[in-house]
């Protein structure tokens, strides 16, 4: 399933029909508009069987989310999939959202608003990702700051290449669901 708003994934569609032709049979496009509509609506109708061992890959997305639209995902990934599933996803951190850092990033993605209608509204202070998703039923939290990604990636050659703070990636599992009466 791929999960989009749906000005952005018109344009996904059109450059995948470009480059193979036609749409992969096996990927079920599912447009959502956050504001209005819930992931439960519309992967539910889709065909999603949510008692299947699913990863959740929210690239791109969370900045652009209400908190309860954000607390809506989080609770249907840990309520509506089945054991073992598990989420990775990408967010910023607040304190450069409200522009008080000079950010070329975050620049560019306000400028990109045009495209969905939609403004950076959410984040996630540095050094409480774990608190936050374990409140939210999820476990074996693992995160990672741009010093990771430097450290990890940009080795030899491009050891002096630059990795922008601010952001983060950060991947969970859904808590296991406690067995009654075991």
Do not use: C
């Not at 990604?149 to 952001?167: A, D, I, K, M, W």
């Amino acid at each position: 399933f791929e999960v989009d708003h749906p000005a952005t994934q018109r344009v996904k569609l059109d450059k995948v029909r470009e480059i193979f032709g036609q749409l992969p049979p096996h990927v079920t496009y599912v447009p959502v508009d956050f504001r209005e509509q819930t992931l439960a609506q519309r992967l539910l109708q889709s065909g999603y069987e949510e008692t299947r061992q699913t990863l959740f890959i929210w690239q791109g997305v969370t900045p652009y989310l209400t908190p309860a639209a954000v607390d809506d995902t989080l609770a249907f990934v840990v309520q509506h999939s089945g054991e073992g599933s598990g989420i990775v996803f990408d967010y910023i951190y607040p304190s450069i959202m409200d522009g008080s850092q000079r950010h070329g990033e975050v620049k560019r993605m306000r400028r990109m608003r045009r495209l969905s209608g939609e403004g950076l509204t959410f984040g996630i202070p540095e050094g409480t990702i774990e608190d936050f998703l374990t409140a939210r039923g999820f476990w074996q939290i693992h995160n990672v700051d741009h010093h990771y990604l430097h450290q990890t990636y940009f080795t030899g050659p491009n050891q002096e290449r630059q990795v922008t703070g601010g952001y983060a990636i950060v991947s969970a599992r859904v808590q296991p669901r406690q067995v009654i009466g075991r």
